[in-house]
Every structure is written in C-alpha cells, then in structure tokens.
C-alpha cells in the first residue's frame, strides 16, 4: 500500500503496464486530515528503453527482456526520498540496458512533476469545497459513465454478436459479445494460444480496446473512467489476449501485442456489433537509429466506411492517435531525407461508402542505421462491411543503393546504409454496402473527393 510521500514506478505489463517503452509513476493523494482522496498517475512512452535493438521495438524479439529494461512495481520516492540511484543501475545495466538512461531520468523527473502538480491541485480541491465533497464528484462520474454505457448497450437488440480477426500470421483473435438489456459479457474464448513472438496484449490492453469500442457507442459527452466497465463482464482465457506473467521471470513479448494486436482487437469487436467496416487495422510503426539516436513514428492509414459515410484518407485511428514529425523537422534532426509522402489513391475499399485510402511514404537515409517495421494487414486487407470490398493491404520494401529491391514483411529489420530508401505504403479501409455502379468519370469524382 503507498504511503504518504510514496511514488511507485513500473513498466511491467503483467501490472496494468502496455509494453516496456510506456513507464507508468503512480503517487497517492492525501488530503490535509491524511484521507486517501485518489491517485494522481502518468505514463509516456520512452522513445529508447533498451532491448536488442534500437528504439526499444524489436522485430524478433521472442522475451520480454529482449524489449528492454523491465520495471517490476517498486517505489520511486519512499516517503519523500527520491530514489534516482536505484532508477538509474536499472537502467544502465541488465542484459540490454537503455541506451540513453540520463534522457530516460530527465522525462521520469518530468513525469513525477506532472504527478505532484496533479496532487496539489486535488488537494486544493478538497481544501476549497470539502474532502466528502469531491469524493462524491468522482465517484458520481463514475457512476455517469455507467449509465451512459447502459443507455448505450439498451439499444441493442438483445443476442449474441460474434467476430473472427486474425494477424498475419494466422493468430486468431474471437469474440461473442452476449448483450442482455442494459449489461454485455464480451468472451474472448478461441482466440489465439500465448504467441511465440512479440504480438502478444495484455488484459489492460484488452480493457482499453473495450473501453474504447464502448465509447463510440454512446453519443453523448462522457467522462472516461473505469465505471465504462462498470455493466461489462471480460472473459479472458489465458493465451495471446492473457499471457502468463511473473514479477522476476523471463515473460513473454509484448512490443508488438500493445501497437498491433490492439488494432485487430478493435477491428474484431467493432466488426462483431456490425457498425463500421475495418480500418487499417496497424499502426504501421517504424523505428531507426544506431548508437547515436532512436526515431519512432507511427504512419497513418485508411479508416472505414460506415452506413451513411465513406472512410478517412490518410489519417490515425483507432489505438493510435500520433501526430507524425513534420518533414523540415524530420530532415533537421536526424540523417533523413523525406522523398515521398501522400495519399495511396485508390487503395479504400470500394462500395456505396468507400473505404478512406492508405498513405505512401518513402525515406532515404543519410548515415548506417537499424531500421524495425512492426505492421500488420500485409496478406489481407482491412475487411468490408455489409457487402462493401476490403481495403487494399499495406506493403514495405527497400531499395538499396545499387537499385536492389529487398521486399520486408509484416514484423521485419533490416540494415541500412547511407542512400538506401525505405518505402512504405499503408493500407486501405474497408468499404460498406454494396458498389454502385461505376460513375460515368471516376477520375472526376476521385479529384473532388480528395478536394
């Protein structure tokens, strides 16, 4: 139990962690009378965490600690006495420690500053309206966020509305999502054994795709807490969806289960209750760097179409929510050149409502530098819905200097050297409902579409 003057620190994805990257520092907060009144937490993605490869992403990984400098719960600050020391042997030493620990302490003292500022402005609260006061706030917009949820799922008929997904590796992810007037059990059973690679999520990434796939259900303006869960039943057999996780152990890899299975598991429950046809189902993640640097970005994709509207082009969605570094500053701070990046025409699926298009994006690189891709929707496009065609899958490859084409697949690395060029295109949404028939000038309607 924290104390007073307690901050925990953890990345640790068998304790509510994501991946390693994602360090999470959670402080308790009192009031003036020593009353619990919350907890004022932060998590931010550290753009190098250790691991095998640069940028903490590793394609291959297979263990956790190939990902990193695993975090197990512990105190950062025991009543009020930092414990930078401790934090910092973690991070430089280990099989593969972070390559760049003082930037890793320099943003964890910037996360313990978000997290006192958000305690004294709590307890500024509860010395201004009263300590019953404002725990009855909290507690009444949990109960709000039920309700709405509530609302939301009594306007389903009620059943049982089933899904299959997959990864492009074959592993299934299943849902039956049981609706009974105002309450949902979503069960997971038949999805995928534990993944011997990195694709595998964890029971909080589960719960915040569900969280997230409820909320687009409610219309209304809700704050988002954890009464969503309040008239949800999970059920959650152990496999990729819930791996087996010990607090010293060599646990299996997650890296990839946090960017992509998350978007598969969105697609899978968005596509179960029939509302919207898969988006790109990836994040399309991208990390290169050597000793000297790390770069991470995630590229954006087509998204669905849906009754009565056509997909996004070129946009985030879903579990990712990044916006990309823009060319100039790209090229200013890192041995990179952009050479190519816009809008994959035509590859949204087609039908009455067409699927939003992927994005190209092509890199030439000024210096020798590992590169990582951790994607998905390379075999098969984001699915249609309601008749409507699938989006056109994503694809990598690079080209060398000397002009050799090297394809890269799903979950790849690669070497590069100075001029070779990375070439990414992003997949498609899926389409809704069945084709018109085609227009008399399609060129036409593409350009005032994309206008």
Known sequence: ELAPGDTAITNHPGFGGSHLPDITLI?????????????????????????????????????????????????????????????????????????????????????????????????????????????????????????????????????????????????VIAVAIEVDQERARIDFTGSAAVHPGNLNATPAIVQSAVIYVLRLLVEKPLPLNEGFLDPVEICLPPGMLNPPFTVMGDNPAVVGGNVETSQCLVDTLLEALGIVAGSQGTMNNTLFGNEQFGYYETICGGTGAGPGFDGADAVHSHMTNTRITDAEVLENRYPVRTERFGVRSGSGGAGRWRGGDGAVRELTFLEPVALSVLTQHRRSGPKGGAGGGDGAPGCQHIVRGNGTVQELGAIDGAQLMAGDRLVMETPGGGGWGEPDPPAADSAASTRERLA
């Open 27 to 171: 402080t308790p907060v009192h009031s003036g009378t020593g009353r619990l009144l919350g907890y004022a937490a932060s998590r931010a993605h550290h753009a190098e965490i250790g691991g095998i490869r640069p940028g903490s992403m590793p394609p291959a990984a297979t263990r956790l600690s190939e990902e990193g400098v695993v975090i197990e719960p512990r105190l950062l600050v025991a009543a009020g006495t930092p414990r930078w020391e401790e934090v910092q042997q973690l991070l430089e030493f280990g099989p593969y420690p972070s390559r760049a620990p003082l930037d890793n302490v320099a943003d964890l003292e910037a996360a313990l500053a978000a997290n006192h500022r958000g305690s004294r402005h709590l307890q500024s609260l509860a010395v201004t309206h009263g300590e019953d006061e404002v725990v009855a706030y909290m507690e009444a917009l949990r109960q709000e966020a039920a309700r709405g949820v509530r609302a939301a799922l009594a306007v389903l008929p009620d059943g049982v509305y089933r899904a299959q997904g997959g990864l492009d590796d074959g592993a």
